[in-house]
């Protein structure tokens, strides 16, 4: 830009910028005009607030707060005092102000006649004295405002800006501290005591008194819907997925665990068939798909589980499943500047060997590698032909048995090379070389602060992960950004971003690699030397003719070798910003506009050294190997491989919304209408793999004769089979485009009726475009009774709070792996054998395909007793949900017999429990807080036509009508029968089918499966609960965990009866069971010396009735330990809080199974093991 076109521009700018000013001025005179007759003081404040922005601050204890006033107020530039001392003067109360907030207390009460003390000066007693103190919250910062009164003088007192306070006193006098959000506390003043510093608690039942729904936050007091929010001290404990801290915390909310410990939530039970199961995640008021680990865990405030129609139908078509908000912190206004700085360090023990790998003894595999040879093995196998058995992996004993099987060695020789494998382990070598102990540290640093305009909020995290498996881990950083700009009275303005790096290695092992590998297979010969484990390149005798000394690389494979020989690397950025605008139009009415930005990139560099088992037998296999010139020829350049792949997602969100408030005499009114439109689209792309690839040099090689496939350039590999090489990008695209309008409004009529109603339409792309489908409303109402408030409930007075609740109302479900139109997929590559592109019909399309909706009727009761000493909740539902896309039995005529069609109906119906008390024992130094909360839930499919179901499909969990959804269906066994003669026996293993019909082992049972399966339950828990302790003694805090899931079943290990044919013959550890065990009540062995048909014996013995048992169990989920360094200590180094904490997760889990196999992680998998945490929090 030249000098010339500087002034032009800026002349363009100055009507923008005037306007900007002319927003962010303030007038200093007050202009009020306020109107009301028998109204509520409280709904007062509310709109001289809206109008002046005075903030009010009081105590639920202020009962003259809801006293009805009648008052008519214009005023333009008149001190604000002259409006208060006209409301509060004749009322009994007093205010405070400091700057824009206003704190209210009780005016000071004369002992004789109960009447407002005036100003007179008194005499003081003899005996009296003035004591100072500062007043602070959990976190060691002052409060102001905090409101002190001396019940026996009946005089009062404030903090100031730095919670400071004075107040005259006698010996016997009781102070009593009382703050809206705080706990109150009293004292009996002693003689001596000039100084007392007083730490005031959050009131949980007082803070949790606002529900955030995503579009609006409102009143516990006026939500007719199933709500619970999380508590501020579950939310803060250490973790580094904020998901963790909600296990166990609410009633009906089912969570399942992965091996780290991240879990997934199912809310009232299962209401799809398809893939989308989790409820909805809303962070900040929008959805995201990213769910919880794109969260900084230190950064929430609260945490909001929405489970019926009433409380979740805001969201319409996403909502089926239940909803989780999630409110991000943010700096508080007129607050000093905060820094916070917290940092764990996790470490768990490497994981049980014997339960991930439940392998009989290496003396029991060979003897039954013998067995199984010389019965069921040779026989098998054209042992002249390299392709019959090649891909199939063999241990170093089962090559001995092939010696000595072709006469290579003789039957001493056998013996004595199996014995010396017989007692070895390699379990130790494992641990030491391939696993790792689980870890995260943790890194976070908070800062806030805010004035009277403007408030921001920065956090910066930093987390790494070491996984079970070494050279596999993952770290993350995430910057958080929030500031709150107040523009002027009619105008604010909040901003958020954060923006997440990760990088993930995935050099390590896995399980299933652990799991391939015989006891006996060391890692490492006695020099130290890696040994050979067989991988795909396998012992035949033909085998021995290969001349492996003109390939181009050695065969032999071992992990250790591998792992630190390449480099697969994930990164990925996220980047999520949203950007919102108050406008207050007039008196109640206000426009909100919204809007969300997201982007992620994923991006994975995959790259093998040539010392890769993966290089090299690529390259090897694809040489060509001419037999009878023993001559081969390279056909994949020599050289490193690198994969490259790329995936991104671009969406938005932009939502209008108009909210509105009215409050007169005894009514309240709040409604709010919108609309919101998003489009999301998702793009990946894949390179080719690229060969002879040098990392160092940057080079890359070519095909030495052409990618093959071509019909004049057949390439054949070493084996004589013809190969290509693949060449081509891939790339996918995919979007997804919601337009939504909605609505919601609430009545309250004297603060004891409450009425709301909620309606929201919803399309999209993805479903079908008939009006009739497309626009279907999803709508809720509600009802709920504040009994409390009635006159017959007065003589009560030990109930705090009894609310009836009733909802109905339908959400929606979101299911994207149909279309209603015909879809297909085409081939990567063109057809080795036609050279031809083909396709495939990925869906046949559905015409009608429409929103899965689920209505919910909710009958529920919120109570507390005994000043706040107990409280809770008890709901019941029932939940119907129709249009379910399933897999349904079509007329073949179609070309097809099956289709995913909207055609299934579902049930959920529960009942929910929560209770909860706290118990003071020492004022606020020794209390003790617990809270149970226990939950039935009933699921069905009602309707779902299949015409039949095979019994593989049956026990392999298939959806039945009539049935849970998660219904466990096993063979009965009916042991063992002779199909042969007396002479010549043919004993086999037989299941129960229809009536006397039984089956052997050896083919599939025909007919229906339903007809003689038996049904053995649910694999889901119907029964859930959850109870939390937390005892606090002066500085130390103990709290913990324990969950519950009680009345499913699950299938415990069976022996796995391995046979030659499948490659390394690796029986389990109850191989020992089979051998002494009865075959009429457990499967046996093959009993015939040649029995053909054993490969098949895999379709019925994990599936039988004998195997299954309770899965009910309690788990100690976690265990806290706090101590708070004293106050008196930190005040020395200038720092307001201090914490030293520790924990323990997973510590242990009592089952109800007698076989030592955790029901969620049986046996032959990975279960979370014990983890403790050390972590240190301070705040300056």
């Given at each position: 830009?030249?000098?010339?076109?500087?002034?032009?521009?800026?002349?363009?700018?100055?009507?923008?910028?005037?306007?900007?000013?002319?927003f962010?001025?303030?007038?200093?005179?007050?202009?009020?005009?306020?109107?009301?007759?028998?109204?509520?003081?409280?709904?007062?404040?509310s709109?001289?607030?809206?109008?002046?922005?005075?903030?009010?601050?009081?105590?639920n204890?202020?009962?003259?707060?809801?006293?009805?006033?009648?008052?008519?107020?214009?005023?333009?530039?008149?001190?604000?005092?002259?409006?208060?001392?006209?409301?509060?003067?004749?009322?009994?109360?007093?205010?405070?102000i400091?700057?824009?907030?206003?704190t209210?207390?009780?005016?000071?009460?004369?002992?004789?006649?109960?009447?407002?003390?005036?100003?007179?000066?008194?005499?003081?007693?003899?005996?009296?004295?003035?004591?100072?103190?500062?007043?602070?919250?959990?976190?060691?910062?002052p409060?102001?405002?905090?409101?002190?009164?001396?019940?026996?003088?009946?005089?009062?007192?404030f903090?100031?800006?730095s919670?400071?306070?004075?107040i005259e006193?006698?010996?016997?006098?009781?102070?009593?501290?009382?703050?809206?959000?705080m706990?109150?506390?009293?004292?009996?003043?002693?003689?001596?005591?000039?100084?007392?510093?007083?730490?005031?608690?959050?009131?949980?039942?007082?803070?949790?008194?606002?529900?955030?729904t995503?579009?609006?936050?409102?009143?516990k007091?006026?939500?007719?819907?199933?709500?619970?929010?999380?508590?501020?001290?579950?939310?803060?404990?250490p973790?580094?997925?904020?998901?963790?801290?909600?296990?166990?915390?609410?009633?009906?909310?089912?969570?399942?665990?992965?091996?780290?410990?991240?879990?997934?939530?199912?809310?009232?039970?299962?209401?799809?068939?398809?893939?989308?199961?989790?409820?909805?995640?809303?962070?900040?008021?929008?959805?995201?798909?990213?769910?919880?680990?794109?969260?900084n865990?230190?950064?929430?405030?609260?945490?909001?589980?929405?489970k019926?129609?009433?409380?979740?139908?805001?969201?319409?078509?996403?909502?089926?499943?239940?909803?989780?908000?999630?409110?991000?912190?943010?700096?508080?206004?007129?607050s000093?500047?905060?820094?916070?700085?917290?940092?764990?360090?996790?470490?768990?023990?490497?994981?049980?060997?014997?339960?991930?790998r439940?392998?009989?003894?290496?003396?029991?595999i060979?003897?039954y590698?013998?067995?199984?040879?010389n019965?069921?093995g040779?026989r098998?196998?054209?042992?002249?032909n390299?392709?019959?058995?090649?891909y199939?992996?063999y241990?170093?004993?089962?090559?001995?048995?092939?010696?000595?099987?072709?006469?290579?060695?003789?039957?001493?020789?056998?013996?004595a090379?199996?014995?010396?494998?017989?007692?070895?382990?390699?379990?130790?070598?494992?641990?030491?070389?391939?696993?790792?102990?689980?870890?995260?540290?943790?890194?976070?640093?908070?800062?806030?602060?805010?004035?009277?305009?403007?408030?921001?909020?920065?956090?910066?995290?930093?987390?790494?992960?070491?996984?079970?498996?070494?050279?596999?881990?993952?770290?993350?950083?995430?910057?958080?950004?929030?500031?709150?700009?107040?523009?002027?009275?009619?105008?604010?303005?909040?901003?958020?971003?954060?923006l997440?790096?990760?990088?993930?290695l995935?050099?390590?092992?896995?399980?299933?690699?652990i799991?391939?590998?015989?006891?006996?297979?060391?890692?490492?010969?006695?020099?130290?030397?890696?040994?050979?484990?067989?991988?795909?390149?396998?012992?035949?005798?033909?085998?021995?003719?290969?001349?492996?000394?003109?390939?181009?690389?050695?065969?032999?494979f071992?992990?250790?070798?591998?792992?630190?020989?390449?480099?697969?690397e994930?990164?990925?950025?996220?980047?999520?910003?949203?950007?919102?605008?108050?406008?207050?139009?007039?008196?109640?009415?206000?426009?909100?506009s919204?809007?969300q930005?997201?982007?992620n990139?994923?991006?994975?560099?995959?790259?093998?050294?040539?010392?890769?088992?993966?290089?090299?037998s690529?390259v090897?296999?694809?040489?060509?190997?001419?037999?009878?010139?023993?001559?081969?020829?390279?056909?994949?350049?020599?050289?490193?491989f690198?994969?490259?792949?790329?995936?991104?997602?671009?969406?938005?969100?932009?939502?209008?919304?108009?909210?509105?408030?009215?409050?007169?005499?005894?009514?309240?009114?709040?409604?709010?209408?919108?609309?919101?439109?998003?489009?999301?689209?998702?793009?990946a792309?894949?390179?080719?793999?690229?060969?002879?690839?040098?990392?160092?040099?940057?080079?890359?090689?070519?095909?030495?004769?052409?990618?093959?496939?071509?019909?004049?350039?057949?390439?054949?590999?070493?084996?004589?089979?013809?190969?290509?090489?693949g060449?081509?990008?891939?790339?996918?695209?995919?979007?997804?485009?919601?337009?939504?309008?909605y609505?919601?409004?609430?009545?309250?009529?004297?603060?004891?009726?409450s009425l709301?109603?909620?309606?929201?339409?919803?399309?999209?792309?993805?479903?079908?475009d008939d009006?009739k489908?497309?626009?279907?409303?999803?709508?809720?109402?509600?009802?709920?009774?504040?009994?409390?408030?009635?006159?017959?409930?007065?003589?009560?007075?030990?109930?705090?709070?009894?609310?009836?609740?009733?909802?109905?109302?339908?959400?929606?479900?979101?299911?994207?792996t149909?279309?209603?139109?015909?879809?297909?997929?085409?081939?990567a590559?063109?057809?080795?054998?036609?050279?031809?592109?083909?396709?495939?019909?990925?869906?046949?399309?559905?015409?009608?395909?429409?929103?899965e909706?689920?209505?919910?009727?909710?009958?529920?009761?919120?109570y507390?007793?005994?000043?706040?000493?107990i409280?809770?909740?008890?709901?019941?539902?029932?939940?119907?949900?129709?249009?379910?896309?399933?897999?349904?039995?079509i007329?073949?005529?179609?070309?097809?017999?099956?289709?995913?069609?909207?055609?299934?109906?579902?049930?959920?119906?529960g009942?929910?429990?929560?209770?909860?008390?706290?118990?003071?024992?020492?004022?606020n130094?020794?209390?003790?807080?617990?809270?149970?909360?226990?939950?039935?839930?009933?699921?069905?499919?009602?309707k779902?036509?299949?015409?039949?179901?095979?019994?593989?499909?049956?026990?392999?969990?298939?959806?039945?009508q009539?049935?849970?959804?998660?219904?466990?269906?096993?063979?009965?066994?009916?042991?063992?029968?002779?199909?042969?003669?007396?002479?010549?026996?043919?004993?086999?293993?037989?299941?129960q089918?229809?009536?006397?019909?039984?089956?052997?082992?050896?083919?599939?049972t025909?007919?229906?499966g339903?007809?003689?399966?038996?049904?053995?339950?649910?694999?889901?828990?119907?029964f859930?609960?959850?109870?939390?302790?937390?005892?606090?003694?002066?500085?130390?805090?103990?709290?913990?965990?324990?969950?519950g899931?009680?009345?499913?079943?699950f299938?415990?290990?069976?022996?796995?009866?391995p046979?030659?044919?499948?490659?390394?013959?690796?029986?389990?550890?109850?191989?020992s069971?089979?051998?002494?065990g009865d075959?009429?009540?457990?499967?046996?062995?093959?009993?015939?010396?040649?029995?053909?048909?054993?490969?098949?014996?895999?379709?019925?013995?994990?599936?039988l009735?004998?195997?299954?048992?309770?899965?009910?169990?309690?788990?100690?989920?976690?265990i806290?330990?706090?101590?708070?360094?004293?106050?008196?200590?930190?005040?020395?180094?200038?720092?307001?809080?201090?914490?030293?904490?520790?924990?323990?997760?997973?510590?242990?889990?009592?089952?109800?199974?007698?076989?030592g196999?955790?029901?969620e992680?049986p046996?032959?998998?990975?279960?979370?093991?014990p983890?403790?945490?050390?972590?240190i929090?301070?705040?300056?």
């Amino acid at each position: 830009m030249n000098s010339k076109t500087v002034p032009k521009a800026l002349s363009r700018l100055l009507p923008f910028v005037a306007i900007f000013i002319l927003f962010c001025t303030e007038a200093s005179a007050q202009k009020i005009n306020i109107s009301f007759k028998d109204t509520p003081l409280k709904a007062i404040l509310s709109e001289i607030n809206r109008q002046t922005d005075y903030d009010f601050v009081y105590s639920n204890a202020l009962t003259a707060i809801n006293e009805k006033v009648s008052i008519t107020y214009s005023a333009n530039g008149e001190p604000i005092e002259k409006l208060f001392n006209q409301l509060f003067s004749d009322r009994g109360i007093s205010y405070k102000i400091d700057k824009k907030q206003v704190t209210l207390a009780p005016k000071a009460i004369a002992p004789d006649n109960k009447t407002p003390v005036n100003n007179t000066p008194q005499a003081k007693s003899q005996d009296s004295f003035v004591i100072k103190g500062k007043v602070s919250d959990d976190a060691r910062l002052p409060l102001p405002g905090v409101t002190i009164m001396n019940l026996t003088s009946k005089k009062g007192s404030f903090t100031d800006n730095s919670g400071n306070y004075s107040i005259e006193v006698n010996p016997g006098d009781k102070l009593r501290f009382t703050s809206i959000g705080m706990v109150t506390q009293e004292v009996t003043i002693s003689g001596g005591m000039v100084v007392y510093n007083v730490q005031m608690a959050p009131d949980n039942l007082m803070l949790q008194e606002l529900v955030v729904t995503g579009y609006q936050t409102i009143s516990k007091e006026r939500v007719t819907g199933a709500v619970k929010i999380i508590s501020t001290e579950q939310l803060e404990k250490p973790t580094s997925n904020i998901a963790q801290r909600l296990i166990g915390t609410t009633a009906g909310v089912q969570a399942r665990l992965d091996v780290d410990g991240n879990p997934t939530f199912e809310i009232r039970g299962q209401t799809s068939l398809g893939t989308n199961l989790e409820p909805l995640v809303v962070i900040d008021g929008f959805p995201t798909e990213k769910g919880f680990n794109s969260i900084n865990p230190n950064d929430v405030e609260s945490v909001t589980f929405l489970k019926d129609a009433a409380a979740a139908s805001i969201w319409g078509a996403k909502a089926a499943n239940g909803v989780i908000v999630i409110t991000s912190k943010k700096a508080k206004k007129d607050s000093p500047l905060r820094v916070e700085f917290n940092t764990f360090y996790k470490i768990g023990p490497k994981f049980d060997m014997n339960y991930v790998r439940p392998m009989a003894s290496s003396n029991e595999i060979i003897d039954y590698e013998l067995v199984s040879f010389n019965k069921w093995g040779a026989r098998a196998y054209n042992v002249g032909n390299l392709n019959d058995g090649y891909y199939r992996t063999y241990t170093p004993t089962q090559t001995l048995i092939w010696d000595h099987y072709v006469g290579k060695i003789t039957t001493a020789q056998r013996d004595a090379g199996l014995n010396t494998y017989r007692n070895l382990n390699n379990a130790q070598q494992i641990k030491d070389n391939l696993l790792d102990n689980p870890s995260t540290q943790q890194y976070n640093l908070t800062i806030m602060g805010g004035s009277e305009k403007n408030s921001n909020f920065l956090s910066l995290l930093h987390e790494k992960n070491t996984s079970n498996y070494k050279n596999t881990n993952k770290s993350r950083s995430v910057i958080s950004y929030r500031n709150v700009t107040k523009i002027n009275n009619w105008l604010d303005f909040e901003l958020g971003a954060t923006l997440a790096f990760g990088t993930e290695l995935n050099n390590g092992i896995t399980l299933s690699n652990i799991q391939s590998w015989v006891p006996h297979q060391m890692l490492f010969e006695s020099n130290g030397d890696y040994t050979n484990i067989p991988n795909g390149a396998n012992y035949l005798p033909a085998m021995s003719t290969v001349p492996f000394d003109k390939f181009p690389y050695k065969f032999s494979f071992n992990p250790v070798e591998e792992i630190n020989s390449r480099n697969l690397e994930t990164k990925t950025v996220d980047t999520r910003i949203n950007a919102a605008l108050f406008v207050k139009l007039f008196e109640g009415l206000s426009l909100e506009s919204r809007v969300q930005y997201e982007y992620n990139n994923s991006f994975t560099k995959n790259f093998y050294s040539e010392n890769t088992y993966t290089v090299r037998s690529a390259v090897n296999i694809a040489t060509s190997w001419n037999q009878s010139t023993n001559v081969t020829t390279l056909n994949l350049p020599k050289g490193g491989f690198l994969d490259q792949s790329r995936s991104e997602v671009k969406a938005y969100t932009f939502r209008n919304q108009l909210n509105y408030r009215k409050t007169f005499a005894k009514h309240d009114f709040v409604a709010l209408a919108g609309f919101e439109m998003s489009d999301r689209v998702q793009q990946a792309f894949g390179n080719p793999r690229t060969y002879g690839y040098s990392n160092d040099k940057l080079t890359v090689g070519t095909f030495p004769n052409g990618p093959g496939g071509a019909a004049i350039k057949v390439i054949n590999n070493w084996l004589g089979n013809a190969q290509t090489f693949g060449y081509t990008n891939s790339f996918s695209y995919s979007t997804r485009r919601y337009f939504a309008g909605y609505a919601n409004a609430s009545y309250t009529f004297d603060s004891k009726y409450s009425l709301s109603g909620s309606i929201r339409t919803d399309a999209s792309n993805f479903i079908t475009d008939d009006p009739k489908y497309r626009y279907a409303p999803f709508w809720s109402v509600g009802a709920s009774w504040n009994m409390v408030k009635e006159k017959f409930m007065s003589n009560l007075s030990f109930v705090d709070r009894l609310t009836a609740r009733l909802t109905f109302g339908y959400n929606g479900n979101v299911d994207v792996t149909t279309s209603f139109q015909p879809l297909i997929t085409p081939s990567a590559s063109v057809n080795i054998y036609t050279q031809e592109n083909t396709t495939a019909i990925a869906s046949l399309g559905n015409p009608t395909l429409r929103w899965e909706k689920t209505g919910t009727w909710n009958l529920g009761v919120d109570y507390s007793l005994f000043n706040n000493n107990i409280y809770g909740s008890i709901d019941v539902y029932n939940k119907y949900t129709k249009d379910l896309i399933a897999t349904i039995s079509i007329p073949a005529v179609n070309g097809s017999t099956s289709s995913r069609m909207n055609n299934a109906e579902m049930r959920n119906r529960g009942i929910e429990f929560e209770i909860g008390t706290t118990q003071k024992i020492h004022n606020n130094n020794i209390w003790w807080r617990g809270s149970l909360n226990f939950a039935y839930n009933k699921n069905e499919i009602t309707k779902l036509f299949v015409a039949q179901i095979a019994a593989s499909s049956l026990y392999s969990g298939t959806y039945v009508q009539g049935y849970n959804s998660k219904e466990m269906w096993r063979f009965k066994y009916a042991g063992i029968k002779n199909e042969g003669t007396e002479a010549v026996p043919n004993w086999q293993p037989h299941v129960q089918g229809p009536g006397e019909t039984t089956y052997n082992f050896g083919g599939w049972t025909p007919g229906d499966g339903r007809d003689y399966l038996l049904n053995m339950g649910t694999t889901v828990a119907p029964f859930t609960l959850g109870f939390s302790s937390d005892f606090k003694i002066y500085d130390f805090n103990l709290s913990f965990i324990i969950t519950g899931k009680i009345g499913h079943v699950f299938n415990r290990q069976s022996f796995n009866y391995p046979v030659w044919w499948n490659g390394a013959v690796i029986p389990n550890q109850k191989y020992s069971e089979v051998v002494n065990g009865d075959p009429m009540k457990t499967v046996p062995l093959p009993l015939n010396t040649n029995e053909a048909r054993f490969y098949f014996w895999d379709r019925f013995y994990p599936y039988l009735s004998y195997l299954v048992e309770s899965a009910s169990h309690v788990r100690m989920q976690e265990i806290n330990l706090t101590y708070n360094l004293p106050q008196n200590l930190l005040k020395k180094v200038n720092i307001n809080r201090l914490q030293i904490y520790a924990q323990c997760n997973d510590l242990f889990t009592i089952r109800a199974n007698k076989f030592g196999e955790d029901p969620e992680y049986p046996i032959g998998t990975q279960k979370p093991q014990p983890k403790f945490t050390f972590g240190i929090k301070f705040d300056l």
